[in-house]
Every structure is written in structure tokens, then in C-alpha cells.
T-cell receptor, first 113, second 114 residues
Framework: DVKVTQSSRYLVKRTGEKVFLECVQD?????MFWYRQDPGLGLRLIYF???????EKGDIPEGYSVSREKKERFSLILESASTNQTSMYLC????????????FGPGTRLTVL | QQQVKQSPQSLIVQKGGISIINCAYE??????FPWYQQFPGKGPALLIA?????SEKKEGRFTISFNKSAKQFSLHIMDSQPGDSATYFC?????????????FGRGTQLTVWP
């Protein structure tokens, strides 16, 4: 069974802290994605990666960075967390030509105080 | 600019009724239109998808209708059940793209009353 795991289900951080969200997939997928989900705004793409060490900005990259050192792992970094980054963060993966099927992790609910 | 527009934002339907969610797009390069279903506490999961060379696709109680000239597509859930209560996202993509990016609508929260 395909699986995307995220390091934490819930996370509480302080303003200004550096935050790491980890995502691991076991499907040997080339593409990986980070989204944030907010009520009424749907799924907004932050960053994605189509290969190791490769990354592309999504629609809302400001305040975030990413790292992909291994094919199975994609990390989202909040360099200096702010309260407006309180959100649900979802990781997903797909094959290079996945015909529209992305596999999602369960999400990390991040609260920044 | 939002690439895929979805309505309504929320929908309440009685058990046994028909749920209808609508989406529209502008980019004519899109050639694959999946729908994702998300239950509380879970990530979205692929529900059903359609290519623009067909006007309708049915899987069980779920049907996608596609109108290429109007650049619109919709999800119909027949005989809606309380277990269908979830958030539904339409999406669009370009199948030949190696980046595999999906452009999502903002989602519809469906509640089916027993």
C-alpha cells in the first residue's frame, strides 16, 4: 500500500522559531509537493520538487524554503515562524507522469504562538 | 489568479439526494481533471478523474460531467449518504508535464444529513 508519512500530526511553535516539517514517501516517486490548507482557501501549493536537489516555487513560497537531499524525503522549512503561518500542512507525491494522481500524507497541524 | 474555480463552498444535502459541485477553468492546455475527496483528519485522496475526450464518466454513485466548450466540469453524487460527508476538491493538470502539478479548486464541504 502506498504511503506518505509526515513527521508530526500536531506541532506548536513560537514566533521566530525555525520549524522543520518532514515528509517521507515509500513509493519511489519523483515528484513531491508541499501544500498548506486553510478554510475557504483550499490547497495552496508552497513548493514542489521533481528530482533530488531540484525545487520549484509554487503559488505562496514566501516565508518558506525546502530541501530534498534524498528521493524519498522532502522537507519544508519555516526560517522564522510567524502567526500567519498557522495552518494545516500537507505533503504529497506522484510519479513523474502521474496523470493527476498525487498521494497525500495525513497533514501536520502547525500552530505558531 | 486562480486557475480552477469551484462552487459552492459548502453544500448540505439530505440523505438520498443528489449532490452537485461545479468547477470551471480557463487554461485550454489542461487535459486531465481529477476530483479528490478529503475526510476530516486525513489527506485528500483521488476519487475519480476524466479526460476531455469524453463528456461523462461514472463510477458507482459518482459521475463527472464535462463540457469542453464551456470549460466546465462537475461532480454529481447520486443517492448521497452520510458517509459521503467530506471536502471535495476539483483539479486540473497537463498530463504530459513532468512536473505533475495539480491546480486545485478551493474545495466544497459537503454535509449529508441522515
Amino acid at each position: 500500500d502506498v504511503k506518505v508519512t509526515q513527521s508530526s500530526r500536531y506541532l506548536v511553535k513560537r514566533t521566530g522559531e525555525k520549524v522543520f516539517l518532514e515528509c517521507v514517501q515509500d513509493m519511489d516517486h519523483e515528484n513531491m509537493f508541499w501544500y498548506r490548507q486553510d478554510p475557504g482557501l483550499g490547497l495552496r501549493l508552497i513548493y514542489f520538487s521533481y528530482d533530488v536537489k531540484m525545487k520549484e516555487k509554487g503559488d505562496i513560497p514566501e516565508g518558506y524554503s525546502v530541501s530534498r537531499e534524498k528521493k524519498e524525503r522532502f522537507s519544508l522549512i519555516l526560517e522564522s515562524a510567524s502567526t500567519n503561518q498557522t495552518s494545516m500542512y500537507l505533503c504529497a507525491s506522484s510519479t513523474r507522469r502521474g496523470a493527476g494522481e498525487q498521494f497525500f500524507g495525513p497533514g501536520t497541524r502547525l500552530t505558531v504562538l | 489568479q486562480q486557475q480552477v474555480k469551484q462552487s459552492p463552498q459548502s453544500l448540505i444535502v439530505q440523505k438520498g439526494g443528489i449532490s452537485i459541485i461545479n468547477c470551471a477553468y480557463e487554461n485550454t492546455a489542461f487535459d486531465y481533471f481529477p476530483w479528490y475527496q478529503q475526510f476530516p483528519g486525513k489527506g485528500p485522496a483521488l476519487l475519480i478523474a476524466i479526460r476531455p475526450d469524453v463528456s461523462e464518466k461514472k463510477e458507482g454513485r459518482f459521475t463527472i460531467s464535462f463540457n469542453k466548450s464551456a470549460k466546465q466540469f462537475s461532480l454529481h453524487i447520486m443517492d448521497s449518504q452520510p458517509g459521503d460527508s467530506a471536502t471535495y476538491f476539483c483539479a486540473a493538470t497537463i498530463r504530459g508535464s513532468t512536473l505533475g502539478r495539480l491546480y486545485f479548486g478551493r474545495g466544497t464541504q459537503l454535509t449529508v444529513w441522515p
